[in-house]
Every structure is written in structure tokens, then in C-alpha cells.
Nanobody, 113 residues
């Protein structure tokens, strides 16, 4: 199993980023996919989830209305569109197939002026 997150970077408050997670080594289209984030010294925080066929999504209250999760099962990729970013969104972001302990290396998102 391989999960490769990308798209992170440094952005000013109010800005946007689109994260991608390319998956391989498992049947991607069969899994609910999650995005999590983690800051140093804190537990990993669940951010968003999308069903296996992409017909339903769910979000943490802290990102609801600002973040959008989507997926492309032909490309085995899950995305996280992040708008109206805040300094509190600064973290390393990870994707994860639901119910597994599969994790990638993460992608760093830093929101700062």
C-alpha cells in the first residue's frame, strides 16, 4: 500500500490550497477515504471523509463550509480543497483509507502572513 500526499505549502490567511493523495496497492474504489491532520504535540485530528463512490461527505466542524473533499476513482486519488484558510489550519495533512492503519508521509500546510 502506498499513499502519497502532495499540494501543501505556505499560504496567507484567507488563501486556498488543494491537496491530493495518490493511492496504490489496494482497491481504492472500495474504501471510504479520510483526511486527517496533525500538529506537533497533538493527536491526529480527523478532518473529512468521503464514501467509496463519492456520493456522501462529512466534515469536522472546524472546517465545515471551507474545505471540500472529493475523489477520482479512475485516478485512485482523493483531494481536499481548502479555502479561507486560517492559521489554525496549519498542520501536516494525511489521507487514510477508513478502517486501516495505512498512512502516507503527509504534506505540510502552513498558514501564515
Amino acid at each position: 500500500v502506498q499513499l502519497v500526499e502532495s499540494g501543501g505549502g505556505l499560504v496567507q490567511p484567507g488563501g486556498s490550497l488543494r491537496l491530493s493523495c495518490a493511492a496504490s496497492g489496494f482497491t481504492f474504489s472500495s474504501y471510504v477515504m479520510n483526511w486527517y491532520r496533525q500538529t506537533p504535540g497533538k493527536e491526529r485530528e480527523w478532518v473529512a471523509a468521503i464514501t467509496s463512490v463519492g456520493d456522501s461527505t462529512n466534515y469536522a466542524d472546524s472546517v465545515k463550509g471551507r474545505f471540500t473533499i472529493s475523489r477520482d476513482n479512475y485516478k485512485n486519488t482523493v483531494y481536499l480543497q481548502m479555502n479561507s484558510l486560517k492559521p489554525a489550519d496549519t498542520a501536516v495533512y494525511y489521507c487514510n483509507p477508513w478502517g486501516t492503519d495505512y498512512w502516507g508521509q503527509g504534506t505540510q500546510v502552513t498558514v501564515s502572513s
